[in-house]
């Protein structure tokens, strides 16, 4: 789909807000949410091989989220004759699940051609990031291919990710939950990618991998092409800047108002649902970085271990 249209997505909400993110602010601790986030960032940074482990679970992880978000889109575009203009009488003529789903996929376009780098695709970028981990630590194809067994906690998160992600067409309390995981997705996403960001370069600058960042000029080849190796973080959230994840949960907050003015439920019932859908992904991502904390945790000890024997 062309970069272009994602402008063309962006219809003018003339009706009243009911979601802002003042609103989450209001439900959520987001400050001790961040906390979880970057004691497992810290840890993981003490040791080359264990922030290559990190990063390799995270982009697993996050891999999914540009499918995910075109699934919904989907799911919602397929049961348009859920979300109707109550101010029109014409059956042909008022359906609006096309008009909320158009505001889920502004999310993803991006992710499947970045129009700031080349129109690669976000896991593209990904990939180069995490091979210039694996760079940096000195990891050989082997070591890496150990990496890339996900565990089955990785795997049970994911799956339980997906499940809540997709909403299922025809069906509202699905699709309205689940349009609470995304907008809590995109809304951590910017969190993570900048607290990353800054444990990562600026908490340790000219040290770790912010050296090798600029001893290799923040370039790694792949696919035999040339990346730009910390791309995937910043264009996501910078420590200094906001970057795309911004614009996506602003998206996504638009698109719960238009739910709330287009479906047959009352804004309390959406509210209580993309309350539930929100909360639900708060604990899987906080599920996640606990137990990537765990493991690197065990990682930093049998390298210990293997030195001292």
């Not at 970069?3 to 003042?22: G, R």
Request: with cysteine; hydrophobic share 40%; charged share 25%.
């Amino acid at each position: 789909m062309p970069n272009s249209l994602l402008n063309d997505f962006a219809y003018p909400l003339e009706e009243a807000v009911l979601f802002t993110e003042k609103d989450f602010d209001s439900h959520f601790n987001f400050s001790q949410l961040d906390q979880t986030v970057e004691e497992c960032c810290r840890i993981a940074t003490q040791n080359p091989k264990a922030f290559y482990l990190f990063m390799q679970r995270y982009s697993h992880f996050n891999g999914a989220a540009g499918p995910l978000v075109a699934r919904l889109a989907s799911s919602i575009g397929l049961s348009r004759e859920l979300f109707r203009d109550p101010n029109c009488d014409i059956v042909d003529e008022g359906d609006r699940g096309l008009k909320v789903a158009a505001r889920v996929i502004a999310a993803t376009i991006e992710e499947h051609s970045d129009k700031h780098y080349k129109g690669f695709t976000h896991r593209n970028l990904a990939q180069a990031t995490l091979k210039a981990v694996g760079d940096y630590a000195g990891l050989s194809v082997q070591e890496r291919n150990e990496f890339a067994k996900v565990p089955n906690w990785l795997t049970s998160l994911l799956t339980a990710a997906i499940s809540a992600y997709e909403g299922v067409p025809g069906n509202i309390e699905a699709l309205i939950k689940a349009m609470g995981v995304h907008a809590a997705s995109e809304m951590l996403a910017d969190r993570e990618y900048t607290l990353i960001d800054k444990v990562v370069r600026y908490e340790k600058s000219g040290i770790g991998f912010d050296k090798y960042l600029r001893d290799t000029h923040g370039k790694v080849e792949l696919d035999g092409k040339q990346f730009s190796s910390w791309y995937w973080i910043a264009i996501h959230g910078s420590y200094q800047e906001a970057g795309v994840e911004k614009e996506h949960y602003e998206a996504a907050l638009d698109a719960l108002n238009l739910a709330v003015q287009y479906s047959p439920y009352s804004e309390e019932e959406v509210q209580n649902l993309v309350f539930q859908g929100f909360s639900g992904f708060v604990q899987l991502q906080q599920s996640l970085f606990q137990k990537l904390q765990e493991e690197c945790w065990e990682f930093l000890k049998e390298e210990v271990s293997c030195v001292i024997g």
